[in-house]
Nanobody, 121 residues
Framework: QVRPVESGGGLVQTGGSLRLSCAAS????????LGWFRQAPGKEREFVAR????????YYADSVKGRFTISRDNTKNTVYLQMNNLKPEDTAVYYC??????????????WGQGTQVTVSS
């Protein structure tokens, strides 16, 4: 099972940038996926972006499309989330999750501890 560990959160002003990292230990397979989720205070956890470990196919939530970029470095077993033009509404705890694609759905079964991102106005 892949075990993800996030790093890279912090405090940034509106319009600034941050890069989150997710180091994934364990064996990956052709249908392995790593995703980023976030949870703001008082809100449900929401999907942000995902990247297939094999082939690198990516997908984004509409709220971050054009501002966030997910990428992977297979040599380092690490997935990154580059966040540009950050807005106060991006403030949340960001979680990296490992899982797999089954048919047309994605199942996440291993979660990191989360990293706080705070965007000041």
């Amino acid at each position: 099972q892949v075990r993800p560990v996030e790093s890279g959160g912090g405090l940034v002003q509106t319009g600034g940038s941050l890069r989150l990292s997710c180091a994934a230990s364990g064996r990956t397979y052709s249908n392995s996926v790593l995703g980023w989720f976030r949870q703001a205070p008082g809100k449900e956890r929401e999907f942000v972006a995902r990247c297939m470990w094999s082939g690198g196919i990516t997908y984004y939530a509409d709220s971050v499309k054009g501002r966030f970029t997910i990428s992977r470095d297979n040599t380092k077993n690490t997935v990154y989330l580059q966040m540009n033009n950050l807005k106060p509404e991006d403030t949340a705890v960001y979680y990296c999750a490992a899982g797999y694609k089954m048919g047309s759905s994605y199942q996440y079964d291993s979660w990191g501890q989360g990293t706080q991102v705070t965007v000041s106005s």
